[in-house]
């Protein structure tokens, strides 16, 4: 079974909301989670390193006020696309490596803004 | 600079044919390579991992590794349509896990 829960799995919103993605391990602690983004027929883009305590890191481009992330516990971590606009819609997948090497990916959140 | 290059296909074969997936990386220090497979609208899923210089066989799949011309690949044997997918090469720098573009395989029945 799945080892890292995303949720949700689809969302639509209109122009101006902010959407929360959540991301879950289920039977182990991440100290780090990572969030990708993928358009259609494109590969994954990392967009920022989740660290549980402590703020997020950014990858170079990555707007941190527009994608917050919070990693409020060694299980959780969630990303908040503020203020979304259609540019914003995209495939967001979240993965957590357990042990040192496995990375285990959610299974993605396709976010739509109208 | 850490990159991971892939011809992004597409890449199309018949089934039963071996597939041969590609993938090179920019820097030496590099510790861990995987192999991804993503179906359209999916999240990735590992394929094979492999650590050090040589084959690593595990059923249809064998990916080979050489350190020394940051080479890592992958062969599929005996393709099958459900084969067709994109293919992501991986590559970790301690935490720190790139992605190739992303290879897409075509298997005809």
């Known amino acids: 079974g799945a080892v890292v829960s995303q949720h949700p799995s689809r969302v639509i919103c209109k122009s101006g909301t902010s959407v929360k993605i959540e991301c879950r391990s289920l039977?182990?602690?991440?100290?780090?989670m990572f969030w990708y983004r993928q358009f259609p027929k494109k590969s994954l883009m990392l967009m920022a390193t989740?660290?549980?305590?402590?703020?997020?890191?950014?990858e170079q481009g990555v707007e941190k006020d527009k994608f917050l992330i919070n990693h409020a516990s060694l299980t959780l971590s969630t990303l908040t696309v503020t203020s979304a606009h259609p540019e914003d819609s995209s495939f967001y997948i979240c993965?957590?490596?357990?042990?040192?090497?496995?990375?285990?990916f959610g299974s993605g959140t396709q976010l739509s803004v109208l | 600079q850490k990159e991971v290059e892939q011809n992004s296909g597409p890449l199309s074969v018949p089934e039963g044919a071996i597939a041969s997936l590609n993938c090179t990386y920019s820097?030496?220090?590099?510790?861990?390579f995987f192999w991804y497979r993503q179906y359209s609208g999916k999240s990735p899923e590992l394929i094979m991992s492999i650590y050090s210089n040589g084959d690593k066989e595990d059923g249809r799949f064998t990916a080979q590794l050489n350190k020394a011309s940051q080479y890592v690949s992958l062969l599929i044997r005996d393709s099958q349509p459900s084969d067709s997918a994109t293919y992501l090469c991986a590559v970790t720098w301690g935490n720190d896990m790139r992605f190739g573009a992303g290879t897409r395989l075509t298997v005809k029945p």
């Open positions: 820097d030496r220090g590099s510790q861990s």
């Open positions: 989740s660290n549980e305590g402590s703020k997020a890191t950014y």
């Open positions: 039977d182990f602690q991440a100290t780090t």
């Open positions: 993965s957590a490596p357990r042990g040192n090497e496995k990375l285990f």
